[in-house]
């Protein structure tokens, strides 16, 4: 990017509602932002060039960056040279520079309809169409005014650099964002992107060693608008600089800018995020870090008050990235109450039933729970030993490394059907059992099922069966045979179609999955959502209603999730418990991690 010729034939005047061209782009001045030390921020209306053949083509924003030849802007243009086209910098539609520019900061009228015109013979431009989302439409006079130095009336009549791009989407900037309150998750996100910008820059010999978050879009990737706070590396200010991201040595002048002060601006984001307010001024050497682990300890190193002490922007990097798998947006974490009795009946001295529940930790941000309950059929030792086995196997499986996704979860629930009724039929004679089971993957709930016993969702005071019965009078109702009152008394409801053990292959489609009931393989969870699984002993006596009843006042926080199931199991007593009884409840807790939290 060569430098630009300087016009001498005009003076350019910089002035509310004043119009000006630079390059092919006209604009027109809306209002003074305010300033940094040396540059002077303008929002501008991009308007249709004169020739333009679309009568009512819309204006778009733009943002006009004034400032003197030894200004940030004459940094920020060499290391425009360097980056080329750098996806994370938005591109300039134009620069120029003009010999002879005042700068009018006093409220004015429109001035006649005449354009101050800088030469384009004297411009570089670049009218490449810029990536990312559009400009806001604002058109607010005082925009960042408060957050820059107080207004001045008039400058001096000096040589200027002129830079021109588009307006960043007032409503994504960093400095909008951080008036919001963010997720650990979150907040690490933007933290990391900043630091690979910043690293990016490093690696050319240069240094950013603040931050202006007006001038920096959130997106993916994220854009900065400004580069006027970098500098070459080893380059010593001629004056002290103070800020909320700059280095406290950067007070001094006689310091040479260097890589530690970048990670220092890095550390100074993050603790204003985590913080919701930047750092004190007044710094010193013990100031309140909130104790939030790891994060804690990225802050304590990257603001430490010795440079040498800081890490340095790879290391900041890596230990940015490492900490956000820590802190996932979203945490799964589950309640587990059981009951099992064997019930009232001379005839059922052994309990038949099985369950089980397997919690483990997939990764920093994945919860995987897998809960199992079987129905043994057979009498005496028979059934007791095919629910064992149909339970156990499932138990003592290992995930498989390649599952990855929710229809391979799917495919190796499966197979373990597959697996505990060859084994079943390997080791018991005249027995079987019913199996269902749930898996849950952070958010996402599968399940697998054969038999009668069933698996309950109930949520929002609300429960709804996710598993379909097996059995011969469920057939009968579906088919419009009987009615469901009919059920509830008819002689064959213990008759089952399907089960664990009958057959010495189970064939394909023989494993019910939550297609069957639900439109999708797989099902979201939400906070407070239980997922009861119990045998027919249980639902036989306490209807789907009853089980809401008892289980809906778990949902309020001084509940305890095992006395609705021990007040269940009580029921079934009550009743008469002419069956073993069996269930498992649990409750999904879906927690955010809040930065500020």
Same mark, same amino acid.
């Given at each position: 990017m060569s430098s630009p010729t300087i016009d001498t034939s005009n003076s350019l005047?910089?002035?509310?509602?004043?119009?000006?061209?630079?390059?092919?782009?006209?604009?027109?001045?809306?209002?003074?932002?305010?300033?940094?030390?040396?540059?002077?921020?303008?929002?501008?209306?991009?308007?249709?060039?004169?020739?333009?053949?679309?009568?009512?083509?819309?204006?778009?924003?733009?943002?006009?960056?004034?400032?003197?030849?030894?200004?940030?802007?004459?940094?920020?243009?060499?290391?425009?040279?360097?980056?080329?086209?750098?996806?994370?910098?938005?591109?300039l539609l134009a620069h120029s520079q003009a010999a002879s520019v005042t700068i009018n900061l006093e409220t004015t009228p429109p001035p006649p309809q005449e354009t101050d015109t800088v030469d384009e013979g004297s411009l570089i431009t670049d009218t490449q169409e810029l990536e990312g989302e559009s400009p806001a439409e604002t058109t607010s006079s005082n925009y960042l005014e408060e957050e820059y130095y107080p207004e001045v009336e008039i400058t001096s009549s000096t040589e200027k650099i002129l830079l021109l791009t588009d307006f960043p989407d007032q409503s994504q900037t960093i400095e909008t964002w951080l008036t919001a309150e963010h997720t650990l998750e979150e907040s690490l996100f933007l933290t990391t992107q900043v630091c690979q910008f910043f690293r990016y820059i490093h690696q050319r010999n240069w240094c950013l060693i603040s931050l202006l978050p007006p001038w920096v879009q959130m997106g993916t990737p994220i854009k900065f608008f400004d580069l006027t706070t970098a500098y070459p590396l080893g380059v010593t200010l001629?004056?002290?600089?103070?800020?909320?991201?700059?280095?406290?040595?950067?007070? $001094? @002048?006689?310091?040479?800018? &260097?890589?530690?002060?970048? %990670?220092?601006?890095?550390?100074? /984001?993050?603790? *204003?995020?985590? +913080?919701?307010?930047?750092?004190?001024?007044?710094?010193?050497?013990?100031?309140?870090?909130?104790?939030?682990?790891?994060?804690?300890?990225?802050?304590?190193?990257?603001?430490?008050?010795?440079?040498?002490?800081?890490?340095?922007?790879?290391?900041?990097?890596?230990?940015?990235?490492?900490?956000?798998?820590? $802190? @996932?947006?979203?945490?799964? &974490?589950?309640?587990?109450? %059981?009951?099992?009795?064997?019930? /009232?009946?001379? *005839?059922?001295? +052994?309990?038949?039933?099985?369950?089980?529940?397997?919690?483990?930790?997939?990764?920093?941000?994945?919860?995987?729970?897998?809960?199992?309950v079987a129905d043994g059929m057979g009498g005496m030792s028979h059934g007791e030993l095919a629910s064992k086995i149909a339970v156990e196997i499932p138990l003592q499986t290992a995930i498989p490394p390649d599952c990855k996704t929710l229809e391979q979860y799917q495919q190796w629930l499966t197979s373990l059907f597959h697996t505990a009724n060859e084994a079943i039929n390997d080791q018991v004679k005249d027995g079987g059992t019913t199996l269902s089971m749930i898996l849950a993957i952070a958010q996402q709930l599968i399940i697998a099922h054969v038999g009668d016993s069933r698996i309950y969702l109930l949520r929002q005071g609300e429960i709804r069966q996710l598993s379909e019965d097996h059995s011969l009078v469920a057939m009968l109702v579906a088919s419009g045979q009987i009615t469901l009152e009919e059920s509830i008394d008819h002689p064959d409801r213990n008759v089952l179609i399907k089960s664990m053990g009958s057959k010495s292959r189970l064939s394909d489609g023989y494993v019910q999955d939550l297609r069957r009931t639900t439109p999708e393989l797989s099902l979201t969870l939400e906070d407070a959502d239980i997922i009861i699984l119990c045998s027919d002993g249980v639902w036989d006596l306490v209807p789907p209603s009853d089980l809401a009843d008892i289980f809906n006042n778990c949902h309020h926080p001084d509940s305890d999730l095992q006395l609705a199931v021990d007040k269940t199991i009580t029921q079934v007593l009550q009743k008469g418990a002419s069956d073993n009884a069996t269930l498992v409840a649990l409750k999904c807790t879906i927690q955010k991690n809040v930065a500020s939290g």
């Open positions: 005047v910089i002035q509310t509602h004043s119009k000006l061209t630079i390059g092919d782009i006209p604009v027109e001045i809306i209002s003074y932002l305010g300033q940094t030390a040396d540059v002077y921020y303008f929002q501008v209306n991009i308007l249709p060039p004169d020739d333009s053949t679309t009568p009512c083509e819309p204006m778009k924003l733009g943002l006009l960056r004034v400032g003197s030849l030894d200004s940030g802007l004459s940094r920020e243009l060499q290391l425009r040279e360097i980056l080329g086209d750098y996806k994370l910098i938005a591109q001629p004056s002290g600089l103070l800020g909320d991201y700059l280095a406290p040595e950067l007070g $001094y @002048s006689q310091n040479p800018i &260097q890589e530690s002060m970048s %990670t220092y601006t890095v550390g100074a /984001l993050l603790y *204003h995020i985590i +913080h919701q307010h930047p750092l004190p001024q007044e710094l010193s050497l013990e100031f309140q870090i909130k104790p939030i682990p790891q994060i804690y300890q990225i802050l304590k190193i990257s603001l430490a008050p010795v440079a040498e002490q800081r890490f340095n922007l790879s290391q900041l990097l890596n230990v940015l990235v490492e900490t956000r798998k820590l $802190y @996932s947006t979203i945490k799964t &974490q589950w309640q587990v109450a %059981t009951g099992s009795t064997v019930g /009232l009946s001379p *005839h059922r001295l +052994h309990n038949e039933d099985n369950y089980g529940v397997r919690q483990e930790q997939l990764s920093n941000s994945q919860t995987m729970i897998l809960a199992v």
